[in-house]
């Protein structure tokens, strides 16, 4: 029988102890740590705090304390084997995109929204980013996707326009594409998210 190598369990637990460490820093005051994630990658954990209803269940187990994260993001690069990087994308990078994602849309603020990022080196990235995402099931990586998609250019214009982008109108490249033969239902996502996070929080 072919053997398989398999990631030894306490790997994933020091990572999920050394993110639990980890500073939580507002949104708008990104720029204040660019210095230092312009040359970093790994990942970043984004966590809401504002008044958008559909959240209300997220705000909550935020109120005190980084604690349920609304979505786990990579900035990876193949230029260099290393946490510290100049090539590709990076945590401000990344983070700066999504940044300006929120601002564009209507209905939420970037003041309300921490984030944590957890430096790493690049061959971890990946993994790193699947043990939080696997463990935490946030909702932007799950039932609302599309908060990490770029603009998709005039050669991929039948793209539909994603589920986020249906909720969170806004950014302009989106309001080009098509929501096509499946459009939200508000009031099955709302459910479904309240009962995700009540079943993540048991």
Known sequence: ?????RIPPDLEASLLN??????????????????????????YL????GNFSMYDPIKQANLNSCGMPIYVGKAASSGRRTGQTTIGSTLYGRLSEHRKSIRAVDNLSVEDFMF???????????WGEAVLIRHFSPIWNWAVPGFGIHD?????????RSVWDQLHPGRTFATKLAI?????????????ITAHCQQMNE
Do not use: H, T, W
């Not at 984004?46 to 705090?49: A, D, E, G, R, T």
């Open 152 to 160: 998709p250019g005039s050669g991929r214009a039948g793209q539909k």
């Open 1 to 5: 029988m072919l053997e398989v190598f």
């Open 18 to 43: 050394f993110c639990g460490r980890q500073n939580c820093y507002n949104l708008q005051d990104l720029d204040s740590l660019k210095a230092d994630l312009s040359q970093s990658v790994g990942v």
């Open 116 to 126: 944590k990022i957890v430096s790493m080196e690049i061959d971890l990235v990946s």
């Open 180 to 192: 096509g033969d499946n459009p939200i239902d508000i009031n099955v996502l709302s459910a479904n």
């Open 46 to 49: 984004l966590y809401y705090q």
